[in-house]
């Protein structure tokens, strides 16, 4: 049996051994912080761009339902759309020109054909460190 494997055991390994584990377990508390910090103002600008298409002229169903993958998907093609909501081509076209009505939605600059949307929203939110060594690149958060 390895030393701190008995249930029970008072004497059990934790992440916080010695000063370098307890410079990592601070480290992993400072990451979960700004993690939950992030995630409450991505939710709050979910609601809040909720709010501007539900009161935007002309909205759809299926508008809606776009509008509600985007903090999933946040770069949709028109052949994109058609694939996550489920409709046809003049139908996802027209949510993603509502979407870009309503200022949700911004053309990626450079193409003609295949042309990709952007919900700024969600991409402009600022990286949010997740390697406890420091060393990682980040992800969006």
Known sequence: M??????????APSLACGRKGQM???RVATIA????VSARELFALVAA?????????GMSI???????LL????????????????????????AIELLVGAGLLEETPGRKRDRAFEYRGCLDRPRVETEVDGAGRGSRA
């Open 33 to 36: 912080d700004g993690a939950v």
């Open 24 to 26: 990592k377990a601070g």
């Open 71 to 94: 903090p999933r998907h946040p770069v949709v093609t028109v052949a994109s759309a058609m694939k996550l909501v489920e409709t046809t081509k003049t139908t996802a076209a027209r």
């Open 62 to 68: 299926a508008t809606l339902r776009l509008f509600e």
């Open 2 to 11: 390895v030393e701190g494997d008995a249930v029970g055991d008072t004497e």
């Open 49 to 57: 761009d909720r709010a501007r298409v539900l009161a935007h002229d």
